[in-house]
């Protein structure tokens, strides 16, 4: 049997990840000490790799199929293809930003008042390019962690550091000067893959599925029974992907309506459905949206 061999990021992402695909339909269970994991699908093998080093496992072919940052495709430079792109991480599906850091007290005001500086990042190919397209020559060196404790304690004149919100940064007493990189989750695989038939087809519902997962995550559906008086109220109030989709229920003067909206307008929606006539009002989650 055709396997597609897939890539899973091992850290932050993980948990996410594994949470991502049971939504989109795949079972993902980890094996204690074991970087390859168990899949419920007989034509997929897992493997748990570092997002650091997924782009390049993908571009030798190594693995068909893996899902890393947009920052390390930069970072290494790997001829990868980008099949979509899946904003989520582990604790929001906001993009992250990688950030200029630098303590509170700081004279640094500005990127350029970095020239002649001393930097410490994990993202060091990267920022070594965005120094140079700028003109301004720092050293920039490898952090192999506790980067920003590096700035803390004066070990360096700044940090370039990935953070979501930015409440860590601050937490420690640090300021940012200014983001260097907004990046994303994006599912890669290589000109190879793409070439067999059967991958190409694996690869797409996969990511079909995995999209349509996202999509679904901040939106909810609504059904509620309108009298056909209100119908008319009631759907002018009413978000949705196109339309409304509106049915006579058994009692011809009653009308039943559907629709998906974002679920952060729920709060403020229901209260102005119910005032307009909506009698019934249902909410639940979606699971896909394709």
């Not at 989520?88 to 906001?94: A, L």
């Not at 004149?157 to 300021?175: K, M, N």
């Amino acid at each position: 049997m055709k396997q597609l061999k897939l890539g899973v990021p091992k850290g932050s992402l993980e948990q996410a990840t594994q949470k991502l695909f049971a939504q989109a339909g795949w079972t993902i269970s980890p094996k204690s000490r074991n970087y390859f994991p168990y899949i419920d699908d007989p034509e997929i093998s897992c493997a748990l790799v570092r997002s650091q080093e997924m782009a390049t496992y993908v571009s030798n072919g190594t693995l068909d199929l893996g899902l890393t940052g947009l920052d390390w495709i930069q970072e290494t430079g790997a001829d990868v293809e980008v099949v979509c792109d899946l904003v989520y991480s582990k604790s929001s599906d906001q993009p992250c930003r990688w950030v200029l850091v630098v303590p509170q007290d700081s004279p640094i005001q500005k990127i350029e008042d970095l020239e002649g500086k001393t930097v410490a990042t994990e993202l060091v190919e990267f920022t070594k390019k965005y120094f140079r397209d700028r003109n301004i020559f720092a050293t920039v060196e490898f952090s192999w962690g506790a980067t920003e404790a590096k700035a803390v304690e004066g070990l360096v004149d700044a940090v370039v550091e990935i953070t979501e919100t930015g409440s860590t940064i601050r937490a420690h007493g640090l300021r940012i000067v200014c983001d260097l990189l907004h990046t994303h989750t994006q599912l890669i695989t290589n000109s190879r893959a793409i070439a067999d038939p059967w991958k190409k087809q694996k690869i797409d519902q996969i990511a079909l599925l995995l999209q349509a997962s996202l999509l679904a995550h901040h939106k909810v559906a609504l059904s509620m029974n309108v009298p056909a008086d209100k119908v008319e109220d009631v759907v002018n109030l009413l978000p949705s992907l196109h339309a409304p989709t509106v049915n006579h229920l058994y009692d011809k003067d009653w009308f039943a309506v559907e629709t998906v909206v974002d679920g952060s307008a729920v709060r403020d929606l229901i209260p102005r459905l119910r005032a307009a006539g909506a009698e019934g009002i249902l909410e639940y989650e979606l699971r896909k949206i394709v």
